[in-house]
């Protein structure tokens, strides 16, 4: 098993999630809080959807 899992905290920006999306090439990422606990999971394809999505 992978120890070193990338995952985000809930206070980091979402230029983060795009940056590690493209070192690391992933397209979802686990974010959890200070320990370790599940919180949630970023999906890189819902945050491209919203950012071309129109206003209104």
């Known amino acids: 098993m992978d120890e070193h899992v990338l995952c985000m905290r809930?206070?980091?920006r979402i230029s983060e999630v795009f940056h590690h999306h493209m070192e690391r090439r992933v397209e979802d990422i686990p974010v959890v809080?200070?320990?370790r606990r599940l919180l949630g999971v970023i999906?890189?394809?819902?945050l491209l959807r919203k950012a071309i999505e129109p206003a209104g």
């Open 10 to 12: 809930p206070d980091e």
């Open 33 to 35: 809080d200070a320990d």
């Open 43 to 46: 999906r890189v394809a819902d």
